[in-house]
């Protein structure tokens, strides 16, 4: 089945450090990918969807200043959060969509925490 | 817009148990519609989904009908175990539009007894 990977799994930085996660779609190439927030015990809320060679669609209220997402290849997208704060703190999770299907098969998901 | 309402959780049966999960939707058009399961600490998981009108999702023992008269797509399982507690999510993904987006449900939390 279609494996997607996410790197770092948990990460905890000092507040005004930048972080950056990687999702991998493994065994297969993505055009598309997405990522998510999640905050306890709620919803996967859709923060941007990330299409391979070009920017990124940010959903409305997101920053996208402050989460910079990078889709060089059609196997990894990266996601930054810059100058992170305690209030970033929160799972993320990527998923990434096979062409013409309408499957995503999401990460594992980072536990990011700021101190 | 699009809508996913499932209802309210925690859920707490006691293993062998009968579980239904509700979930009812709103959409343009004719959506897909998905269940996703989300075990502790980790992403999801797809667990079935349906594309069209009649179509039985099934897989690990879990069953969703796509009913397009009643907009619903309930999930059941005849006889839960305890490694089936988690966090359940009904989703569609919208029938327009390249990026087409998932729309989660809240989620609800099952937590099955030995």
């Known amino acids: 089945g279609a494996v997607v990977s996410q790197h770092p799994s948990r990460v905890i930085c000092k507040s005004g450090t930048s972080v950056k996660i990687e999702c991998r779609s493994l065994d297969f190439q993505a055009t598309t990918m997405f990522w998510y927030r999640q905050f306890p015990k709620q919803s996967l809320m859709l923060m941007a969807t990330?299409?391979?060679?070009?920017?990124?669609?940010?959903e409305q209220g997101v920053e996208k200043d402050k989460f910079l997402i990078n889709h060089a290849s059609l196997t990894l997208s990266t996601l930054t959060v810059t100058s992170a704060h305690p209030e970033d703190s929160s799972f993320y999770i990527c998923?990434?969509?096979?062409?013409?299907?309408?499957?995503?098969?999401f990460g594992p998901g980072t536990r990011l925490t700021v101190l | 817009g699009d809508s996913v309402t499932q209802m309210e959780g925690p859920v707490t049966l006691s293993e062998e148990a009968f579980l239904t999960i509700n979930c009812t939707y709103t959409a343009t058009g004719y959506p897909s519609l998905f269940w996703y399961v989300q075990y502790p600490g980790e992403g999801l998981q797809l667990l079935l989904k349906?594309?069209?009108?009649?179509d039985k999702g099934s897989n690990k023992g879990f069953e969703a009908t796509y009913r397009k008269e009643t907009t619903s797509f309930h999930l059941e399982k005849g006889s839960v175990q305890v490694s089936d507690s988690a966090v359940y999510f009904c989703a569609l993904l919208g029938s327009t539009g390249a990026n087409s987006k998932l729309t989660f449900g809240k989620g609800i939390t099952l937590s099955v007894r030995p």
């Open positions: 998923s990434a969509r096979i062409p013409g299907a309408d499957t995503q098969y």
């Open positions: 990330s299409n391979e060679g070009s920017k990124a669609t940010y």
């Open positions: 349906a594309t069209k009108a009649d």
